[in-house]
């Protein structure tokens, strides 16, 4: 098949067909990727997945009557997550249950492989959509705190359970001799801090230690001291709101989860790191997982995580830093070689990747 593009008027290329219906066929497989999550989003928050869990086998009738919810459109909810392969339909009695491993990405808050969280922040990203593609045309980006609320706990969702199962378990035992330091009382800063969670999470395993969490939004910032006071923590957890050019203090250990490539100037950020840390400090940075070429990104075992970040990194990362001053825009893809160049740049001499994990780097950071 022969066709000129209509966008360059350039010389007609051929079409190959089996790559137009494998691709037709992909970009359908995205479709209902796209219209499934939103499915799983009401179904999150009518509850339906929980009452599945704790109460299936059930009918539509009776999912109607326990969840509160109208039949018909349960009903065809039901159908449409079956086919989604989200819920297990058994014919006999047309019962409709959800299979342990089901339960647990839909309905096990908190657990690790529970995918509410990232679903949460794709439905909040569209409702940003608008003011997204205006930055594309002005090019000044879109401030963090200028995102929809739902965006700051849905992040928080995603990233807690991920949290919980790492920060004490994987990232800090990758840096020779934290555990230790930690465990004798240190002061630690987590800059870019959000709604505190890792904070939060290593003063509730090492109680001999002090953490401050600092970032600029001012509304995250309430959140986390209000966990703060929820979790007990208040005494030796503060939450700050300030720019991480800004704070004040002397840490041994100054993490940036996930939080590095989403400021304006990561360089005078780290910078500053390094004129806040007492002789012998070290900076952490904890950065979605990356190769440094997009090729690789592209091809490596990793693709499908490396496709989520680049889509955020789009959407929240990008116009997220461009927004600030100086606006560097690393992305959330910048892989190894950039995040050390900056941390070399910012007079960082001794940068060592710590760990490679599914989902993040761990980069060590000291003078
Ligand atoms: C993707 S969120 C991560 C939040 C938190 N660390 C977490 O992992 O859940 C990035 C955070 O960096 C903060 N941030 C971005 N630029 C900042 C800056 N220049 N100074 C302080 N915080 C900043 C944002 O407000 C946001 O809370």
């Not at 086998?57 to 326990?66: K, V």
């Not at 923590?233 to 940036?256: H, M, P, S, W």
């Not at 970040?309 to 830093?321: E, I």
Request: aromatic residues 8%; hydrophobic residues 45%; charged residues 20%.
């Amino acid at each position: 098949m022969l066709v000129s593009s209509p966008v360059t008027k350039s010389p007609a290329r051929a079409i190959n067909p089996d790559a137009l219906q494998a691709l037709h066929g992909k970009v359908l497989g995205d479709c209902n990727a796209g219209i499934g999550g939103l499915l799983a989003f009401m179904g999150d928050k009518l509850g339906l997945f929980r009452l599945l869990a704790a109460a299936g086998p059930l009918t539509a009738n009776q999912m109607a009557a326990q969840a509160g919810v109208n039949e018909r459109l349960v009903r065809e909810w039901l159908s449409a997550v079956a086919a989604a392969g989200y819920v297990k339909y058994e014919p006999e009695g047309e019962l409709f249950e959800v299979t342990p491993e089901q339960a647990v990405v839909f309905a096990a808050e908190g657990h690790p492989a529970f995918m509410q969280g990232p679903i949460d922040l794709i439905y909040s990203l569209y409702h940003d959509e608008p003011q997204l593609r205006d930055a594309f045309r002005h090019g000044r980006g879109v401030r963090w705190g200028d995102h929809n609320a739902c965006l700051f706990c849905s992040t928080e969702r995603f990233f807690g359970p991920l949290y919980r199962s790492s920060i004490v378990g994987e990232w800090l035992p990758a840096i020779d001799g934290l555990i230790e330091t930690l465990r004798n009382g240190a002061d630690v800063a987590d800059v870019g801090c959000g709604l505190g969670t890792s904070a939060l999470i290593m003063a509730g395993v090492f109680p001999a230690s002090r953490f401050a969490g600092f970032d600029n939004h001012v509304a995250s910032i309430d959140s986390a001291r209000r966990a703060a006071t929820e979790a007990g923590l208040n005494g030796r957890v503060r939450f700050e709101a300030a720019a991480a050019k800004e704070y004040t203090g002397e840490f041994d250990l100054i993490c940036f989860f996930d939080s590095l490539h989403d400021m304006g100037d990561p360089v005078g950020a780290v910078a500053h790191a390094k004129e806040r840390l007492k002789p012998g400090g070290i900076v952490m940075l904890v950065e979605p997982y990356a190769e440094d070429r997009l090729e690789d990104n592209l091809s490596s075992a990793r693709a499908p995580v490396s496709r989520f970040f680049y889509a955020a990194s789009t959407l929240a990362c990008v116009p997220g830093s461009q927004a600030q001053e100086v606006g560097l825009a690393l992305g959330a893809q910048a892989g190894p070689r950039r995040l050390t160049a900056v941390l070399h740049e910012a007079g960082f001499d001794r940068v060592r990747i710590a760990a490679r994990t599914a989902m993040n780097l761990v980069v060590e950071a000291r003078v």
